[in-house]
């Protein structure tokens, strides 16, 4: 059953540090999301990837996110000089078809990073 | 600007209660699509149905049902005689246009036996 494969599950860092979360999609989905769920909100869009291309990153902070979609290869959601602030689940989805007017198409989402920084 | 909001931010019922979660959306789109989305204690995200904005049909699948109201731009969940199982954070999301799908800030269901 290949769903959206998160990993890690959970990842812990101290202040300063870098974090990796890598994001493989359902096969045949070449579009990626990438959502942050902080404590008792509900999900925040980030960015959306097409295979080498961001699409969308509207909902990314200016500095220190950044995310690709290599053309092989998960999809990485890095965050440079990580700071208590970022410490939120962070998920990704995918779909066949991208967004627009005429896509109905259904997320998949996977289980999340859980991403702590001390 | 789209916009989805769940007023009710926890919910408790005892099993085999009536339960119904309400969602508002606002958007401009006459074309749009709203889902519902199950995030159980593991974490992961279920979905659970999608409707377009054309079909104000009602649907039930078991012991869910929804209820799709254009005129009061509301599109609530209901579950029927719930159980414990039930018990997760419940989003209803929006999708409109070339807009990322938005989210509410969810309901959490507590179901106790």
């Known amino acids: 059953n290949a769903g959206v494969m998160q990993n890690p599950r959970h990842l812990v860092r101290r202040r300063g540090q870098e974090a990796r979360l890598r994001c493989s999609p359902m096969k045949g989905h070449s579009h990626v999301y990438w959502y942050r769920q902080l404590p008792e909100e509900g999900l925040k869009f980030m960015v959306y990837?097409?295979?080498?291309?961001?699409?969308?990153e509207s909902g990314m902070p200016k500095e220190r996110f950044s995310a690709e979609f290599p053309k092989e290869g998960p999809s990485i959601l890095r965050i440079q000089q990580v700071v208590r602030g970022d410490s939120a689940a962070y998920f990704c989805?995918?779909?066949?078809?991208?967004?627009?007017?005429?896509?109905?198409?259904?997320?998949?989402f996977g289980s999340g990073t859980q991403l702590s920084v001390l | 600007a789209q916009k989805v909001t769940q007023a009710q931010t926890e919910i408790s019922v005892v099993e085999k209660e009536d339960v119904t979660l309400d969602c508002v959306y606002e958007t401009r789109d006459t074309t749009y699509y709203l889902f519902w989305y199950k995030q159980p204690p593991s974490g992961e995200l279920v979905f659970l149905i999608r409707?377009?904005?054309?079909?104000?049909q009602n649907e039930i699948s078991g012991r869910y049902s929804w209820n799709f109201q254009k005129s009061t731009s509301s599109f609530n969940f209901t579950i029927t005689a719930s159980q414990v199982v039930d018990s997760a954070v419940y989003f209803c999301?929006?999708?409109?246009?070339?807009?990322?799908?938005?989210f509410g800030k969810g309901t959490r269901l507590s179901v106790i036996a």
């Open positions: 409707r377009n904005s054309f079909d104000e």
């Open positions: 990837l097409q295979k080498e291309n961001i699409i969308d």
């Open positions: 989805a995918s779909s066949r078809t991208g967004q627009g007017l005429l896509s109905n198409e259904k997320l998949f």
């Open positions: 999301a929006l999708r409109s246009g070339n807009t990322p799908l938005v």
